[in-house]
Structure formats: structure tokens, C-alpha cells
């Protein structure tokens, strides 16, 4: 069954990076499926960040579009988030999903990981 | 962007009686080329992910108790719980994935009455 686990920092320092890394377990990162990142803020509904292909072929948020970048590493079954700049703002419980198709939803998530921008 | 509206924001139903929740897009999320509504559902309990319940607006996903049933078409769109159980307290989303950017509804809070 598949299953996937977010990992990373839980503290960033305001206007620094936030980098967290999905590994994908029982199954192939190169099945066809989509790989994407959603966020939560603390009491708040869920935000699309972006989505991969395992080619490598990138969907962003135009409202993140110019901090955001996500990576593929099919060689570790992984998939990454960069998110440059990040303010408080950013704080929030960040989610990786797999989805079946590029248009399709969000099938498997995983336990998702609290990340604080502090100042 | 489609925006994602939900109502009510909250609803507290017996046990045993059925509960509905609307979606509603801001524009079309049916593509014509193959008659699907591009309209997920997720069930989120404290603590928890999203749990993907229905998607093509009604199809379960496997695994789903058949109490959970979707509809609409379109923009407009309902998702039934028929039977309300215990474990069913939780915040619904809807989602559209028509277009990027995907995006969801603001959640409705299900509780007991």
C-alpha cells in the first residue's frame, strides 16, 4: 500500500528557505502518478502549493509561483519543497499528496508536518 | 482561479439522520470532452489528513462506507452523509481540479446533535 512521509525542519527563521523532503513508500515514484504539496494553516483550510511529474514537469500556485520550487529524485523515491522567503505567513501543517492523474484528486497523503516561521 | 464556496459552515445532526453539504465553483468544472465533474471530496479529522471520500463528484472512493454519497453536476454540487455515525465528525472539503490552481472550499464542520 502506498504511503508517504513528509520530513524536515519544524522551525525556519523568517525570510530563510523552508525545505521538506516526501518519500514514497510501497510503490513506484515513477507509477504515473502526480506528486503534490498542500498546506494548512493552524486553524484554516487547505492551500495547493504544486505539483510533480516523476519527468520532472512542474504545476505551481501563480500565488507562490515566485517562491516556490519542487524536485523529483526518482533514485530515493522522493519528491521536495523549497519555499524561499518565508514570513509568518508560511506557518502552517504542509501535506504531501499523490495524485493519479495531473488532473485528478488527491488519493494518498501523508501525516503531514508543522513548520513555524519565526522571527 | 475557480473559487470554492461551502455551506453551511457548520451543521450538528442526530445520530442516525442524514446530513448535506453544497459546493458550489465559480465556474464549470465538467469537461465536456468526457461528461466528468472534476469534484473531490475529503473527510479531515483533528489531527488527521485528508482522507479522499468521493471524487468525479460521485464516485466513492474504495473502502468508503456507501452512507457517503456525492452529487451535482456542473457547478453545484452535494455531498450526503445518510446516516450519520459517531466517527463521521469531521470537516468536509471540496476540491475541483478541473484547473491549476487546484483549489478547495473553506471546510463545514460536522457535528452531534
Known amino acids: 500500500q502506498l504511503q508517504l512521509q513528509e520530513s524536515g525542519p519544524g522551525l525556519v527563521k523568517a525570510s530563510e528557505t523552508l525545505s521538506l523532503t516526501c518519500t514514497v513508500f510501497g510503490g513506484s515514484i515513477t507509477s504515473g502518478s502526480y506528486w503534490g504539496w498542500i498546506r494548512q494553516p493552524p486553524g484554516k483550510g487547505l492551500e495547493w502549493i504544486g505539483t510533480i511529474y516523476y519527468s520532472g514537469s512542474t504545476y505551481y500556485n501563480p500565488s507562490l509561483k515566485s517562491r516556490v520550487t519542487i524536485s523529483v529524485d526518482t533514485s530515493k523515491s522522493q519528491f521536495s519543497l523549497n519555499l524561499s522567503s518565508v514570513t509568518a505567513a508560511d506557518t502552517a501543517v504542509y501535506y504531501c499528496a499523490g495524485q493519479r492523474g495531473g488532473n485528478d484528486a488527491f488519493d494518498v497523503w501523508g501525516q503531514g508536518t508543522m513548520v513555524v516561521a519565526s522571527s | 482561479d475557480i473559487v470554492m464556496t461551502q455551506s453551511p459552515d457548520s451543521l450538528a445532526v442526530s445520530l442516525g439522520e442524514r446530513a448535506t453539504i453544497n459546493c458550489e465553483s465559480s465556474?464549470?468544472?465538467?469537461?465536456?470532452?468526457?461528461?466528468?465533474?472534476?469534484l473531490a471530496w475529503y473527510q479531515q479529522k483533528p489531527g488527521q489528513p485528508p482522507k479522499l471520500l468521493i471524487y468525479?463528484?460521485?464516485t466513492r472512493e474504495s473502502g468508503v462506507p456507501d452512507r457517503f454519497s456525492g452529487s451535482g453536476s456542473g457547478t453545484d454540487f452535494t455531498l450526503t452523509i445518510s446516516s450519520l455515525q459517531a466517527e463521521d465528525v469531521a470537516v468536509y472539503y471540496c476540491q475541483q481540479y478541473y484547473t491549476t490552481p487546484f483549489t478547495f472550499g473553506p471546510g463545514t464542520k460536522v457535528d452531534i446533535k
Open positions: 465556474q464549470s468544472v465538467l469537461y465536456s470532452s468526457n461528461n466528468e465533474n472534476y
Open positions: 468525479w463528484a460521485s
